[in-house]
């Protein structure tokens, strides 16, 4: 049975409230990941992926970005809030650290097999994270935002790095997406970006249903990019 709790942890402009699920009588510390949502902030979108995760095996935590458990009411004050973080890149990995740190605290973690995953603008920060350097195994990004800090180091990433991508989203044009490639490349990390065609932005959400700007949701390319992400997790856990 999975145990699902919500924590309280530090940071910049704490405290956070999370998410975290993992199997009720864990035998073994299990492999963690981390969970950083959309610009709406953490919702039941993520915590429900966390408990879909615990069920696959791994402890999980659904990640706080703005502090207090926040969600935004609307995509004007989500936008206000995630502008914030865009223009201050350092606070914002200091907030993703913080909560790498917690998920570390857990008990039943095992703190060598460490991923994050984060969809649209928490693609961004896996990224962000992946970017810094941070000792963990690999980061997902689906239908993330690529563009990079201002400053960034120049040692190579050594997270593992999977995108999943819609060919046709209007935050991710095909310029950006081959930039994000060669910023990949050039830090020398082990990359994949995985593209479906006909697929705009938010593609793992059955509420998006914008398809004139672009934000939609694809059958097809959830289950393609869950099943990838599986597969990828499989094989930087061993």
């Known amino acids: 049975m999975t145990s699902r709790q919500t924590i309280s942890y530090d940071g910049p402009g704490g405290p956070f409230e999370g998410v975290f699920c993992i199997d009720g009588s864990p035998t073994e510390p299990k492999p963690g990941v981390l969970i950083a949502p959309s610009f709406r902030g953490?919702?039941?979108?993520?915590?429900?992926?966390?408990?879909?995760?615990?069920?696959?095996?791994?402890?999980?935590?659904?990640?706080?970005?703005?502090?207090?458990?926040?969600?935004?009411?609307?995509?004007?004050?989500?936008?206000?809030?995630?502008?914030?973080?865009?223009?201050?890149?350092?606070?914002?990995?200091?907030?993703?650290?913080?909560?790498?740190?917690?998920?570390l605290a857990q008990p039943g973690?095992?703190?060598?097999?460490?991923?994050?995953?984060?969809?649209?603008?928490?693609?961004?920060?896996?990224?962000?994270?992946?970017?810094?350097?941070?000792?963990i195994r690999g980061v997902v990004s689906f239908h993330g935002v690529y563009d990079r800090p201002p400053q960034t180091p120049t040692e190579p990433i050594r997270a593992k790095v999977l995108v999943l991508h819609g060919w046709e989203d209007p935050l991710g044009k095909p310029e950006q997406t081959v930039s994000l490639a060669r910023e990949l490349t050039e830090?020398?990390?082990?990359?994949?970006?995985?593209?479906?065609?006909?697929?705009?932005?938010?593609?793992?959400?059955?509420?998006?249903?914008?398809?004139?700007?672009?934000?939609?949701?694809?059958?097809?390319?959830?289950?393609?990019?869950?099943?990838?992400?599986?597969?990828?997790?499989?094989?930087?856990?061993g």
């Open 42 to 103: 953490r919702s039941d979108f993520e915590a429900e992926k966390a408990e879909k995760l615990a069920g696959m095996g791994y402890a999980a935590l659904a990640l706080d970005p703005y502090g207090d458990g926040r969600q935004a009411s609307g995509p004007e004050q989500a936008g206000a809030w995630m502008s914030a973080l865009d223009q201050d890149r350092p606070l914002l990995l200091n907030r993703m650290q913080a909560a790498l740190d917690a998920l």
């Open 109 to 135: 973690v095992d703190s060598r097999r460490i991923a994050a995953i984060g969809f649209c603008f928490g693609g961004k920060c896996v990224l962000d994270l992946a970017r810094s350097g941070a000792d």
């Open 187 to 237: 830090r020398g990390a082990d990359w994949q970006i995985h593209a479906y065609g006909h697929t705009g932005h938010a593609f793992t959400n059955p509420s998006a249903t914008a398809r004139d700007s672009g934000m939609f949701f694809s059958e097809s390319a959830n289950r393609r990019s869950w099943q990838s992400m599986s597969n990828f997790l499989d094989e930087i856990f």
